[in-house]
């Protein structure tokens, strides 16, 4: 039986700025089950890792987190103090940041770092810890980890510190690891054991996960779920099969255009999505893809419903609209006065 782990209710963020208050994610409601796998995909700038950033508490000032409830296994998480999360976060919910120079600390040792998370929320002695840290760098691809836990940030390659970063955030086997673009900084041979990692994550363990990034082609490999964000919303949800065979936004549409696809050559063709994403600090009442969308018509200065098409696939466009209603005329469930 599924057991829902995260619950995300219409969340609501902004950044005061000199200019205006930038509304960076604008209502975004999903939720994600133990030991599954879900990729938030989008933009720069789409409201990815903002979310991210407020389901672990880490909006400070000028960010705050202006409505919206966040329950992990049925407790609301925006009401508890920094000392209740300081037993929840890197414990039961775990990150991996993009930039892993800014989260591992330059004057301290690898093992030193490692073993004090281990320590702190496994209760295991310094021996042990340290023989945990190995393996959880053998793990993640690093060669002779014994050696490299004695070793400084400054002497790993970029792409062996965010492995650093995977494996500390493995190590206390959270419940929700959140990887914000985990293979951003490494090369193919590398991304690949990261991918099959988080695959042998999901089969041998509850562990869920929220895979953030911008590469469909990695969402494919691991996910199997996909929420698809622009504008400070979500644009479609649904399966991997529903988003890449089936998708039904035209920004959806467009992102899978906009990637080559295996076997296509050199020569292949791809289309770039047009145009900028909205402002944020003045951001459009309706779509906010309005304005790049092949498709627009009047109605989408309007605020789009959100429309299901099958079990869990969801998006919110107006000719997603038109589309039901015209399925709901031919089958006799509303006349056509």
């Not at 979500?234 to 990637?259: A, C, K, N, W």
């Not at 944020?280 to 009442?285: E, N, S, T």
Request: overall charge neutral; proline content about 6%; hydrophobic content about 35%.
């Amino acid at each position: 039986m599924t057991k829902r782990l995260l619950s995300v209710e219409n969340l609501q963020v902004s950044f005061a700025t000199r200019d205006g208050e930038n509304q960076a994610v604008r209502g975004v409601s999903f939720h994600i089950d133990t030991g599954e796998t879900v990729g938030i995909v989008g933009e720069s700038g789409s409201g990815k890792s903002v979310t991210a950033k407020a389901i672990m508490s880490l909006i400070t000032p000028p960010g705050r987190i202006t409505a919206g409830n966040i329950r992990f296994r049925g407790e609301n998480l925006t009401g508890l103090s920094e000392k209740e999360w300081r037993s929840l976060r890197g414990n039961r919910i775990a990150m991996v940041f993009q930039d892993p120079m800014t989260s591992l600390n330059p004057v301290k040792k690898i093992g030193q770092q490692l073993t004090e998370v281990i320590r702190r929320h496994r209760g295991l002695n310094k021996e042990a810890a340290f023989a945990e840290a190995a393996k959880l760098l053998r793990q993640v691809g690093i060669q002779h980890p014994e050696q490299r836990l004695k070793q400084y940030p400054h002497e790993f390659s970029g792409g062996m510190r965010q492995r650093v970063m995977i494996a500390m955030a493995l190590s206390c086997q959270p419940e929700l690891l959140i990887a914000d673009e985990p293979t951003t900084a490494l090369d193919a041979t590398i991304q690949a054991q990261i991918l099959d990692l988080f695959k042998e994550l999901k089969e041998s363990s509850e562990t869920a996960i929220a895979l953030i990034t911008h590469d469909l082609g990695v969402v494919a490999q691991v996910c199997t779920r996909v929420i698809v964000m622009y504008g400070g919303l979500i644009m479609e949800e649904g399966t991997v099969e529903d988003i890449f065979y089936r998708p039904q936004h035209p920004y959806t549409q467009g992102l899978l255009r906009s990637i080559p696809k295996r076997g296509g050559g050199s020569r292949e063709r791809l289309i770039p999505i047009e145009g900028t994403p909205p402002d944020l600090l003045d951001p459009p009442p309706g779509c906010p893809f309005m304005e790049r969308c092949p498709h627009a018509f009047g109605r989408c200065s309007e605020r789009p419903p959100v429309v299901e098409h099958a079990a869990g696939h969801r998006s919110m466009c107006w000719l997603s609209e038109g589309k039901r209603n015209q399925a709901a005329y031919a089958e006799g469930r509303i006349s056509g006065e």
